[in-house]
């Protein structure tokens, strides 16, 4: 029964005093706003980061020259750019590799930008990457029309690229694309393919972008082979950590690198990257709560002006019940209450501004902002605990205040 005449009390000071209320109540909501848009957009990029790793295959691994988690700085010297102290990877590593008895197949990797011609158009910078035979295995999505490139293309260097519908619509408009040539770096290939790659949450799909077998690649298209790596699958029924430990020795072993001595290059699985991923994001939301303390904050100090007022207003109500037998903790019980439903409502308020800016976002943006259980939770235990810790001080004076002297306020 307090807890009720303790909300109703409270709501009725809200209707009472609109001006004041509505400050102290925008402010919480602001607070509560501000945990709930950034924890959709967060929890949406790690689904959509989650889904593109997820399309690389499950057991899929990578070998790279230097895998370095997390923000890195870098102001060009060698001490703070410590893959220069690793050797690029090379294509006949990947060879042997693909031949280890555990390995199905190992897929090289190489980008650059470049200018791409038809008949028709020119573009300046595209991407182009060179890759091998087996990457519509884990780079998903479909190739239709045409095909990919085969074992034999690649093996002869053959000047055939597969390129995505944004790059076919830019070079040939409407036009049929399939068996046209095109110009890479200034060297003539043939379209064989169409890419249409799976849906991805930052727009690769929505650019220009050719594949090419990697040693056609390697050889005609201009580009800095400091950065190869490899994605290698291991064979059915084979452990990943067991495929890792196969390819590490056989890398060590290639790389003449003696027992104790580190690996100058690195192999990563999915969870690490993902794990990495959420490091990162893990300082965004130490961010998310700086920026909401401060609305929480705001709606603090108009929770103190407003209850300080409603304890000056209502002095000669506190004399009374004092009088007739109200003890101080049923005093300070009823404020609190009023304090923690003021900022109860502005938590209501800040989860309908939220969770309308993230549907806003989800409808706008490719990004899928999805509204977590645990901030509605989070956002209206922190505005309820405001009001309490904030109300405090209010109704520890309500509570002390001389009955005597509080029936003979005017």
Request: no cysteine; charged share 20%; glycine share 10%.
């Amino acid at each position: 029964m307090q807890i009720f005449e303790g909300v109703g009390i409270a709501l009725d000071s809200i209707r009472s005093n609109k001006g004041r209320a509505s400050l102290t109540i925008l402010g919480i909501a602001i607070g509560v706003a501000v945990v709930m848009v950034i924890a959709a957009m967060i929890t949406g990029i790690n689904r959509g980061v989650t889904d593109i790793v997820e399309q690389l295959g499950p057991r899929t691994f990578f070998v790279v020259r230097h895998f370095q988690g997390g923000i890195q700085v870098s102001d060009g010297s060698d001490e703070m750019s410590p893959w220069r102290r690793k050797p690029p990877l090379t294509l006949e590593e990947a060879e042997r590799i693909e031949q280890l008895p555990n390995i199905e197949f190992v897929v090289v990797n190489n980008g650059t930008n470049t200018p791409i011609t038809s008949a028709f158009e020119s573009l300046e910078s595209v991407s182009v990457q060179g890759r091998g035979v087996q990457w519509p295995a884990v780079s998903g999505g479909d190739i239709f029309p045409g095909r990919s490139f085969t074992h034999l293309e690649y093996a002869a260097n053959s000047r055939v690229a597969v390129i995505n519908e944004k790059l076919a619509e830019r070079l040939f408009g409407h036009l049929d694309p399939m068996g046209r040539n095109i110009q890479i770096a200034g060297m003539p290939y043939r379209v064989i393919g169409i890419y249409t790659p799976p849906p991805d949450l930052f727009g690769e799909g929505d650019r220009p972008q050719a594949i090419l077998p990697f040693t056609t690649y390697d050889k005609h298209v201009p580009h800095w082979r400091g950065w190869l790596d490899f994605m290698v699958s291991p064979r059915e029924g084979v452990p990943v950590s067991y495929a890792m430990d196969e390819v590490t020795g056989a890398m060590r072993s290639m790389r003449g690198l003696k027992p104790g001595v580190d690996n100058n290059f690195d192999i990563i699985t999915q969870d690490k990257i993902l794990s990495t991923w959420n490091d990162m994001t893990g300082i965004f939301f130490l961010v998310m709560f700086a920026l909401s303390s401060v609305g929480l904050m705001v709606g603090g100090v108009g929770v103190v002006a407003i209850m300080m007022i409603s304890v000056t207003e209502r002095t000669r109500e506190i004399g009374v019940r004092k009088a007739l037998g109200a003890k101080r903790r049923e005093i300070l019980w009823q404020f609190l209450v009023e304090a923690a439903t003021l900022t109860f409502v502005g938590g209501v308020a800040g989860l309908i501004l939220g969770g309308g800016l993230a549907a806003i976002a989800r409808a706008v943006t490719p990004l899928p902002a999805v509204v977590p259980m645990w901030s509605i939770v989070i956002a209206l235990a922190a505005s309820v605990f405001t009001g309490v810790g904030f109300g405090l001080f209010p109704a520890f004076r309500a509570s002390r205040l001389d009955p005597v002297e509080a029936l003979r306020y005017e």
